[in-house]
């Protein structure tokens, strides 16, 4: 009862308001289930153009654009060019207009803040109902939000009740903690979500196959949302089985919202928000398109931010984009997502391998937490957290000279814990070679 009337409550005041949220939710579900309409591509090519002109005559940035209305006239930028030029960056239409912040502490130790208009927050807010949906969860459904909070994403715990949110650090994820958490999620069988980030799922994961727990039932959970970091397809499988219900993957970020999603029932495919984001993979060492199927830079356009235009931005992630076979879709998906450009591994002789490679780790048993390592160019690392049962060492080294070319030189090093960012992600997989080519 408690949810439905939040529910009620919020479309309510939105409608008080003049229905800012339900409006672009509307044009968003209308856009992606109607991709390969004339009417949609027409105001998709608008969305575009328009965001286009803002940015050359309203920013200092965009001011000397030759022709504004295509987008491979535009520079790729990052973060760093963002930080460099930040003033250049503000529209002149918004600086004296009540902006909103998003602030990142940064999972690659580079803290960064961005300013919103108020449509552009209104539009993230659509975005997070429409793919919540589609999900499972709902408005007003209670959800368990476990990431790294602090005092810029902290809410009050009247935000919080507001919300039917519960903050819960993933700092916190001992083995007590982990059973408080599950025990809380299933006190009753109420509409129930999880957000939650993919490394905590495998502490999640681990607790479940320590204590060969049970699959449980009629516990609410209608929806499992993995954030931040690459959804490990074992962790995903158990966490299934045991919830019984589907876990998608969520590709988001600060700074802009949500770029793509897993959805229900489909593929492993990650499905784009054309409605509110255009976005192109590049190749590595230069601005130009990769051939549909090949690995590239992750780089968004942003269609609705107005008071800081991001225009062709370096997400700093390599993924790639192509077709679904047997789908009447003039629009490609991301079939994979390989997570941070400065991260790529390289084997021993100088070729670029996925970093989902090191997951052959899994398979073998009693480690509690890894982390791979590239030294230099032929030299790795395995930093482990190992059971005392544990004695793989020699049968993962030996499959990872396969991988990696015999010539590579591969090291052990045991520890009691892998530390958390000050994000509160946990890198699986690190390059501190100067490589990144």
Request: positive net charge.
């Amino acid at each position: 009862m408690l949810n439905v009337m939040r529910k009620t409550l919020f479309w309510t005041v939105d409608f008080i308001k003049g229905s800012r949220i339900k409006t672009e939710y509307s044009e968003i579900r209308n856009i992606l289930e109607n991709l390969n309409s004339k009417e949609v591509k027409i105001l998709q090519e608008y969305n575009l153009k328009k965001i286009l002109r803002h940015a050359k005559e309203t920013t200092m940035y965009y001011k000397n654009i030759e022709t504004c209305d295509q987008l491979s006239n535009y520079p790729v930028i990052d973060k760093n060019v963002i930080k460099e030029h930040y003033e250049k960056f503000k529209s002149s239409m918004f600086l004296d207009k009540s902006n909103i912040s998003a602030y990142t502490s940064g999972s690659t130790g580079t803290p960064f803040k961005i300013y919103q208009n108020q449509h552009k927050k209104y539009r993230n807010t659509a975005d997070v109902i429409y793919f919540a949906e589609l999900s499972g969860f709902e408005i007003g459904d209670k959800l368990f939000y476990i990431r790294h909070w602090d005092e810029y994403n902290s809410k009050t715990p009247f935000e919080a009740w507001k919300r039917n949110i519960t903050m819960h650090p993933v700092s916190k994820l001992s083995e007590t903690d982990v059973k408080n958490l599950l025990d809380e999620i299933q006190k009753n069988n109420s509409r129930k979500g999880i957000i939650i980030y993919a490394s905590a799922l495998n502490v999640i994961r681990d607790y479940i196959l320590k204590f060969n727990l049970k699959p449980i039932r009629n516990s609410g959970v209608t929806s499992i949302i993995a954030i931040a970091e690459a959804l490990n397809e074992r962790t995903k499988l158990i966490v299934q089985e045991y919830f019984g219900v589907k876990v998608v993957s969520r590709y988001s970020n600060v700074e802009n919202g949500i770029i793509a999603q897993q959805f229900l029932g489909k593929s492993n495919n990650f499905y784009i928000n054309w409605a509110s984001y255009f976005v192109e993979i590049l190749k590595l060492n230069s601005d130009d398109p990769v051939e549909k199927g090949e690995l590239g830079r992750i780089v968004v356009t942003d269609l609705f931010n107005y008071c800081m235009p991001m225009i062709r931005y370096d997400t700093g992630d390599i993924g790639m984009m192509n077709y679904e076979d047997n789908l009447d879709n003039d629009y490609p998906v991301l079939m994979r997502i390989e997570g941070r450009k400065m991260d790529m591994i390289f084997d021993a002789n100088g070729n670029h391998i996925s970093s989902y490679m090191v997951y052959n780790i899994l398979k073998y048993p009693f480690i509690k937490q890894y982390q791979f390592i590239q030294i230099d160019d032929k030299k790795y690392l395995f930093k482990l957290n190992v059971e005392e049962e544990f004695h793989s060492e020699k049968d993962i080294k030996n499959e990872f000279l396969n991988l990696l070319g015999s010539n590579a030189e591969i090291e052990f090093t045991y520890v009691n814990e892998i530390p958390l960012l000050s994000s509160g992600k946990r890198k699986y997989v690190v390059n501190k070679t100067q490589k990144k080519s």
